[in-house]
């Protein structure tokens, strides 16, 4: 799966970054590709490219609050968790997603 | 239901991800401005350094039901939400009811907004107005009237009251509320059920109360103090408990802590997740006690240890928080199992993941 994602939490200096690493390191390891842009306290960083999003079989947004530019993922198939589950259980959110996509 | 609440929550957190950084700065402000005796003034012929400090610091906190109102009604209703969101937390502090004013406020104008975008229909060459002029007028004009002659009576009454509560508390009701307070506030070391009570305490500050927020400053530095006590004890004891990634990771937690903030921890706490959470939530029920039950109080709602020395009796804070982490520490040395060397120096942190209920994940 070619995955993006989004990760933003409230304080948004630790549990972005957290939800980041734990969402990198569960798809690299299930052999997947992915792309996580975080918006924390410091603003956007790592932006996701067009080709990016466009290329993407789905949109993970690890978010607890609003965040800024969710007009690019329109018509995506996307899926939204809170970042507290993401750090417990990024395998187990990834195979789950992996195997609804394959349903539809 | 449960999804407009976990709609309710998504937006309170955004607004207070908003917010954190404006309580931070003005906070500081306002202590570094007190400890160089500084005052409020209104005149510039009054003005001297600390008491622009102190000045900016309170302006800045007067800004604060706008923040929270605006960006609530930004989650809900966009860009166009966040000026009639502003507004309505201007009427919050006209009201005196800042914070509970701020928030209802900020709902008030975001559903508003939100609905004047999807119901009101304009013809083609007024599209532009839209956004710029007839969403934020037409939502600040409903919103406004809503708040200052319906809302208004009832929520100054609620304030009224709760201030009134929180003042009128005894002995042994300040020791149980501050043991809560304290306990909830770092459960998640700075995660989204910690901003609940978090959010209350300075709600409370901004009514001029200042025992609750005295408690959350406090608690919050007890567990990376803890886990530093508990590293530094297990070390004298000769039981070592943490691993070597793990003391590192205390390394930085330790300073992250000294600056109030509680998040260094949960890479320590999610190796032995339970164990850790007990120890701290009871070490920073056990600080927001002592803190609250002596009577201290914190007028600057973020800093850590910096803004001790400000806090209406800092000998009790240091107490409520040296306590609190050796409680912490203690509790984690005893409950945490001992390691071997080779366990010591091989433990990375584990990729392993507890089974979650993952029914509620959907893809849209």
């Known amino acids: 799966m070619k995955i993006v994602a989004v990760a933003a939490c409230t304080s948004g200096i630790a549990h972005t970054y957290i939800a980041k690493e734990k969402l990198i390191r569960a798809a690299e390891a299930l052999g997947h590709t992915i792309h996580v842009e975080t918006q924390g306290t410091i603003g956007t960083e790592d932006a996701l490219t067009e080709q990016e999003i466009k290329d993407a079989d789905v949109v993970i947004l690890a978010v607890d609050i ?16 809170p970042t507290s589950l993401v750090v417990k259980a990024p395998k187990q959110i990834i195979q789950k997603i992996e195997s609804e996509l394959q349903k539809s | ?18 917010m954190l950084p404006l309580v931070v700065a003005s906070g500081l ?59 309505m937390g201007q009427i919050a502090s006209f009201l005196g009811a800042g914070f509970l004013g701020g928030i209802i406020g900020g709902f008030v104008s975001g559903y508003i907004a939100k609905a004047i975008i999807k119901y009101v229909k304009v013809p083609k060459w007024a599209e532009a107005l839209m956004p710029m002029m007839i969403v934020p007028t037409l939502t600040a004009a409903i919103g406004g009237l809503l708040m200052y002659f319906v809302l208004g009576g009832p929520i100054t009454y609620i304030t009224g009251g709760l201030h009134d509560f929180i003042t009128g508390l005894d002995q042994s ?25 978090n959010l209350i305490c300075d709600g409370l500050l901004l009514e001029g109360i200042t025992g609750p927020e005295g408690i959350k400053v406090l608690a919050a530095m ?21 691993t070597d990634q793990e003391v590192d990771a205390i390394k930085v937690a330790f300073p992250m802590g000294v600056c109030m903030i509680s998040e260094g921890v949960i890479p320590i706490a999610m190796n032995d997740l339970i164990r850790t959470v007990i120890s701290t939530s ?83």
């Open chain 2, 1 to 18: 239901m449960k999804k407009v609440l976990l709609e309710v929550k998504q937006h309170l957190l955004t607004a207070i991800s908003y």
């Open chain 2, 29 to 87: 402000l306002i202590a570094i401005g007190n400890l160089m005796g500084g005052q409020v003034v209104t005149k510039m012929s009054q003005l001297t350094i600390p008491s622009a400090f102190t000045s900016l610091g309170v302006l800045g906190m007067g800004l604060l039901p706008s923040f929270i109102a605006g960006y609530i009604s930004y989650s809900i209703a966009d860009r166009p939400g966040i000026a009639p969101g502003f507004l």
């Open chain 2, 222 to 242: 007890v567990p990376p103090f803890g886990v530093t006590f508990a590293l530094l004890i297990s070390k004298v004891i000769k039981k070592r408990i943490y």
């Open chain 2, 282 to 364: 009871i070490g920073c029920g056990v600080c927001g006690m002592i803190s609250f039950m002596f009577g201290n109080g914190s007028p600057v709602p973020s800093g850590g240890v910096f803004v001790i020395p400000a806090m209406s009796k800092p000998l009790v804070a240091v107490a409520a928080l040296l306590i609190g982490s050796l409680v912490t520490g203690v509790l984690l040395v005893v409950l945490k199992k001992r390691l071997t060397e080779e366990e010591a120096r091989n433990n990375v942190f584990t990729d392993e993941e507890e089974e979650v209920d993952l029914s509620s994940i959907q893809l849209s």
């Open chain 1, 66 to 81: 609003a965040i800024t530019g969710m007009e690019r993922f329109e018509g995506k198939r996307t899926v939204k968790v």
């Open chain 2, 173 to 197: 009701q300040k020791a149980l509320y501050g043991f809560v307070i304290g306990a909830i506030g770092c459960i998640d070391y700075g995660g989204a059920i910690s901003k609940v009570p």
